[in-house]
């Protein structure tokens, strides 16, 4: 290898130590405590709204800022919401009219353009099979409408990251994916607000893409490795789409609840796949015969783990084809968005080795292939290790 590539050969030795680092950190943080959507369900009974909201209560109490994070562990007040997870439930309660109170001074409902302050009804708590993971509350709250009301609308504030909006007990209800900072909209209490299809496909393509960029680091490895097999397209190509018509099928089978198996199984072998993928590329330069069946195998697996995200708010009965056609549009396209940034940088790479070359691009072509085959094996034994450590954390720890 010729000067100007040891030098940069160098370099990127040292960003992928940085990045082993980094990654490694992010693995090791324990069973991730993933922020998920808050899901909440409004309606009403004469003038008295209810509003109940399936949520984590521990990080909005911690004063986490679930928009900027996409595990509690790696937040600032890391360590104040796991005292709070520590405490008992009647203690959690006695917080509630604090942040109940934030939300009224927002305010977050409105009724015909004015403020409903809401109150705590009733708070309940499910606690986690896994200690490590977050506890999922049931927080019932209420307010009285205007007389003579005829709509709502609700807002979510910065930082509770994001929220689905059911509406219940009329005909064509509202549902809606909120993004905290934004609003539902005003919702006809007498229900009919029911979202076209259209509609309701444009809203989950972000949903999805959310999973992939930035929550996904499980499916990022992932695509990573099958990135990192081969310099030439078509191997990707073949197997990305194997990737996708395999997870389409059971994300729409486990969406559909045809097909159900618990996380404790799905997770350590979606873990073992990174795992596979990345030694396979250490040890083989090309698209292997085997290949495309093993990561249409995969493919299956991570499609159960896509409906398992699905599951925890749901998608609306009335329109969950597509729903389920945008979230699956938004995975690809997050998906893709990954290769693409993998693609660039390994392509500035080149761009700048070639900057300070003198030969022809003959001599060029074959060292930037070993360069990439360089890339290759560093990357893929950072993600194998990493997946490595996840199947013993998932089965073990």
Do not use: C
Not at 104 to 132: H, I, K, T, Y
Not at 277 to 292: D, G, K, Q, T
Not at 365 to 386: K, P, W
């Amino acid at each position: 290898m010729t000067k100007p590539f040891a030098k940069l050969a160098s370099k990127l030795r040292q960003v992928a130590a940085m990045s082993t680092l980094w990654l490694l950190t992010v693995a090791s943080s324990g069973h991730a405590h993933e922020i998920m959507p808050t899901v909440a369900d409004i309606s009403n009974e004469g003038s008295t709204l209810t509003l109940q909201l399936r949520a984590n209560v521990e990080a909005f109490l911690a004063g986490i800022d679930m928009d900027a994070i996409t595990d509690t562990d790696t937040a600032a007040q890391a360590e104040d919401y796991d005292a709070l997870r520590a405490r008992p439930v009647e203690e959690i309660e006695g917080l509630l009219d604090g942040l109940i109170a934030d939300w009224n001074a927002v305010p977050m409902v409105r009724s015909d353009g004015a403020a409903v302050p809401l109150s705590l009804f009733d708070f309940q708590v499910a606690e986690a099979p896994d200690p490590q993971a977050p506890r999922q509350s049931l927080l019932t709250m209420t307010g009285q409408l205007p007389a003579g009301a005829s709509e709502v609308t609700v807002f979510w504030p910065d930082g509770q990251g994001a929220l689905v909006l059911r509406q219940q007990g009329v005909d064509e209800p509202f549902t809606g994916y909120i993004e905290s900072g934004s609003d539902s909209g005003p919702i006809a209490l007498a229900g009919g607000d029911v979202a076209s299809g259209w509609t309701t496909f444009a809203g989950y393509i972000p949903v999805g893409f959310d999973h992939i960029l930035p929550k996904g680091l499980n499916h990022i490895l992932f695509v990573l490795g099958l990135f990192l097999l081969s310099t030439a397209w078509r191997p990707l190509i073949v197997q990305i789409s194997v990737f996708t018509v395999a997870h389409t099928v059971t994300l729409a089978l486990g969406a559909l609840g045809l097909v159900s198996v618990p996380g404790s199984i799905v997770e350590p072998l979606i873990a073992a796949s990174i795992v596979y993928v990345a030694v396979e590329n250490i040890f083989w330069r090309r698209l292997s015969p085997w290949r495309p069946f093993v990561i249409f195998g995969f493919g299956l697996l991570h499609g159960l783990g896509f409906a398992s995200v699905l599951g925890e708010f749901g998608l609306p009965a009335d329109q969950f084809v597509p729903a389920l056609l945008g979230f699956n549009v938004g995975v690809e396209i997050g998906q893709l968005t990954v290769v693409a940034l993998a693609a660039i940088l390994f392509v500035l790479a080149l761009s700048a080795a070639r900057a300070v070359r003198l030969e022809g691009d003959e001599i060029f072509v074959q060292e930037s292939d070993v360069l990439f085959r360089a890339v290759s094996i560093t990357g893929s034994l950072i993600i194998a290790l990493i997946g490595a450590w996840w199947v013993v954390e998932r089965v073990f720890l």
